[in-house]
């Protein structure tokens, strides 16, 4: 298994909505990453797990709180966010941070009403 | 050719022509590149990398060089397909660090 997947593909959510972006990847790869990712841009990070335990956070609002459950698994909970949170939510996966190349998932659509 | 400005650096060029993207990167010290292709509503896919210890290496009609001196990486395409337009990053990578990812140029090719 050479893939990282992510669910749900897109996503509407208002304001006030409490909702949750999947990661799983089963390549052996210990450090998992978020990226945000607006039209016509780069992606960004955002945070990055290695080894379960979260290494870096972009100084990155509350409202977006990462969780790692374990090896294979990352997600992304979201509460309040805001128009401007709309864009495209990358995961991706390595061996470990600054070792190799990362393996990107297809994305989450992201629209905030 | 290839034009700059508030959006996305485009560069056209004619199916069946060869291509390059270039990108200036800031960090001396990074030792570790990539080139990423990503398509419309999909995920950056990984095209080739190269080490600070070379300057070029092949692949499968892709090409990348990288000029330390003057801190610049290009990625060339041989025969460029329809398939190949795209948005294409270079991402620089200082061991133990983070990626940090070029601007980005949109390759679009044209019939």
């Known amino acids: 298994d050479t893939e990282v997947t992510q669910t749900p593909k897109h996503l509407v959510m208002g304001m006030t909505n409490k909702k949750s972006l999947k990661c799983e990847q089963h390549?052996?790869?210990?450090?998992m990453y978020w990226y945000k990712q607006k039209a016509k841009k780069p992606p960004e990070l955002m945070f990055v797990y290695s080894y379960e335990k979260l290494s870096i956070n972009e100084s990155v609002p509350s409202r977006f709180s990462p969780e790692c459950p374990n090896s294979s698994l990352l997600n992304l909970h979201l509460h309040a966010l805001q128009p401007e949170d709309s864009a495209l939510y990358l995961c991706a996966s390595n061996l470990g941070p600054g070792t190799d190349t990362q393996y990107f998932g297809p994305g989450t659509r992201l629209t905030v009403l | 050719g290839e034009s700059v400005g508030l959006h996305l650096p485009t560069l056209s060029v004619q199916e069946g022509d060869n291509s390059i993207i270039n990108c200036a990167y800031s960090n001396s010290a990074s030792d570790y590149f990539i080139w990423y292709k990503q398509e419309s509503g999909k995920g950056p896919q990984f095209i080739i990398d190269?080490?600070?210890?070379?300057d070029k290496r092949q692949g499968q009609r892709v090409t990348v060089l990288l000029n330390k001196t003057v801190k610049h990486l290009s990625l060339q395409i041989a025969a460029t397909q329809p398939g190949d337009s795209a948005v294409y990053f270079c991402?620089?990578?200082?061991?133990?660090?983070?990626?940090?990812f070029g601007p980005g140029t949109r390759l679009s090719v044209l019939p």
């Open positions: 991402a620089e990578i200082n061991y133990g660090q983070n990626f940090v």
């Open positions: 190269i080490r600070s210890n070379m």
């Open positions: 390549m052996g790869h210990r450090a």
